[in-house]
T-cell receptor, first 112, second 110 residues
Framework: DAGITQSPRHKVTETGTPVTLRCHQTENHRYMYWYRQDPGHGLRLIHY???????DKGEVSDGYSVSRSKTEDFLLTLESATSSQTSVYFC???????????FGNGTRLTVT | RKEVEQDPGPFNVPEGATVAFNCTYS??????FFWYRQDCRKEPKLLMSVYSSGNEDGRFTAQLNRASQYISLLIRDSKLSDSATYLC???????????FGTGTSLTVIP
């Protein structure tokens, strides 16, 4: 969706380094999500936000933290990257449980 | 047990064929249901929402069976451009979390 931008699109980093992924939306959606997608697992929720400064954990939150200081931006931080965090990360936004999610175009992260 | 389960396929069908995918979910209190399409190395894109009475969009028909806890997607007159992975998505009433199936791979063959 044109209204959701992820940066960077690709990143290669070394084990132990911190990494921050950014999601920016112009949709004014209340809810924002970070998912990771891996072969055989599909999309798994890392963290989500239901408003500015309001966040909660998903099913695979260990090793990740998030922040949402304004409606438009949702940051995902890997404090100390590990090889198991090599994945494709998708940001999504939504307006509530009865509305579909809209996705950014993804960030491909490789941890060496 | 996974919250949402799909047959991963792959489904290889000839052009013009009709193909159906099913998806089962574990939480009977599930609130909303969707089908997404994902092309290789791209983000998932909404194909259609699934309504209780069933709904159709051109060659695509989605149905919901709450008693048996599954949703289905029917594609008629398959086109080469339908080749993709199809993801079912369920939102449970508890919390605003969306659960994804692992996807079903479809290849339409000329």
């Amino acid at each position: 969706d044109a209204g959701i931008t992820q940066s960077p699109r690709h990143k290669v980093t070394e084990t132990g380094t911190p990494v921050t992924l950014r999601c920016h939306q112009t949709e004014n959606h209340r809810y924002m999500y970070w998912y990771r997608q891996d072969p055989g697992h599909g999309l798994r929720l890392i963290h989500y936000s239901y408003g500015v400064k309001d966040t909660d954990k998903g099913e695979v939150s260990d090793g990740y933290s998030v922040s949402r200081s304004k409606t438009e931006d949702f940051l995902l931080t890997l404090e100390s990257a590990t090889s198991s965090q090599t994945s494709v990360y998708f940001c999504a936004t939504g307006q509530g449980s009865n509305s579909p999610l809209h996705f950014g175009n993804g960030t491909r992260l490789t941890v060496t | 047990r996974k919250e949402v389960e799909q047959d991963p396929g792959p489904f290889n069908v000839p052009e013009g064929a009709t193909v159906a995918f099913n998806c089962t979910y574990s939480n009977s209190a599930s609130q909303s249901f969707f089908w997404y399409r994902q092309d290789c190395r791209k983000e998932p894109k909404l194909l259609m929402s699934v309504y209780s009475s069933g709904n159709e969009d051109g060659r695509f028909t989605a149905q919901l069976n709450r008693a048996s806890q599954y949703i289905s997607l029917l594609i008629r007159d398959s086109k080469l451009s339908d080749s993709a992975t199809y993801l079912c998505v369920v939102n449970f009433r508890t919390g605003n979390q969306f659960y994804f199936g692992t996807g079903t791979s479809l290849t339409v063959i000329p």
